[in-house]
């Protein structure tokens, strides 16, 4: 909580807002509220999908009122079906499309405290979306509906996941999984993390250098069952200093080596 008492995580997200808070359950403010959407430019629904209607403020309505108006609606789950009127959070988004399989979530890890589900498929999407039909706007003079499913759009997104879902022996997701030692996540000195990213060989022959490991550059798709060594062998290599003092390194002649950074 802030000084003012107010919610951390509200106030950043609001920084430079207006902020006016209106109970549409009451027939005045619901009035004021209808009033302000007759000029408005944008509205962004992510209420349950009927939720403003029944308390009287309607898309079509409003749109009808307000032309010019671009009106984007926010689901968790599908837009259209049996599930669209379901409740959830980052979590449940993060299961239904299939982004906490592909991110190796357990019930015995720890959760992402980035809100995948929540700012790229809500946010970002949306962000998107209306933007386009801004610009449309300029020219047709028209608003638009908007609906977004934050389940579709990250299962849109997820585009490596699925493609192996539909062809099993393709190995192009290892490349992302830490499946080869030259991309994947490192332990360095004092408990600090290395991130490698050296799917080029060029990086990856730049980095073996780095750590004074050239005869480790035939080794850069060796998963741990066909060379465990090798694996070993840039695990301890790594451990010698810490992870800024790598990075620092690599600089001048850099690799897709980075330290993980601790917020």
């Not at 009122?65 to 968790?76: E, F, M, T």
Request: include cysteine; glycine fraction near 6%.
């Amino acid at each position: 909580m802030s000084d003012t008492g107010e919610p951390l995580l509200h106030r950043e997200l609001h920084l430079s807002s207006q902020i006016k808070s209106l109970d549409l359950r009451d027939e005045a403010q619901r009035s004021e509220a209808l009033s302000l959407c007759a000029t408005a430019d944008i509205i962004i629904d992510s209420f349950l999908p009927g939720t403003l209607s029944r308390l009287g403020i309607d898309a079509e309505r409003l749109r009808h009122r307000n032309p010019r108006l671009i009106y984007c609606s926010i689901v968790g789950f599908r837009t259209l079906g049996t599930r669209s009127d379901l409740p959830g959070h980052d979590i449940n988004f993060l299961a239904a499309s299939g982004v906490a399989a592909s991110l190796g979530l357990t019930p015995d890890g720890t959760l992402p405290v980035f809100l995948v589900g929540d700012i790229v498929g809500g946010v970002l999407c949306s962000e998107i979306e209306i933007l386009a039909a801004l610009i449309a706007r300029t020219s047709n003079g028209r608003g638009a509906h908007i609906s977004i499913s934050i389940t579709e759009a990250l299962r849109d997104l997820n585009i490596v996941s699925r493609l192996r879902e539909k062809v099993p022996k393709d190995n192009s997701a290892a490349f992302m999984s830490g499946t080869y030692p030259c991309y994947r996540l490192y332990t360095a000195a004092d408990n600090t993390t290395l991130a490698l990213g050296a799917l080029e060989t060029k990086f990856w022959r730049r980095f073996c250098d780095l750590i004074d490991r050239s005869d480790l550059v035939s080794c850069q798709f060796a998963t741990r069952e066909d060379s465990s060594s090798a694996h070993a062998a840039v695990e301890t290599a790594l451990l010698a200093h810490d992870a800024s003092y790598w990075e620092t390194r690599s600089m001048s002649a850099p690799c897709c080596l980075t330290a993980i950074l601790k917020n």
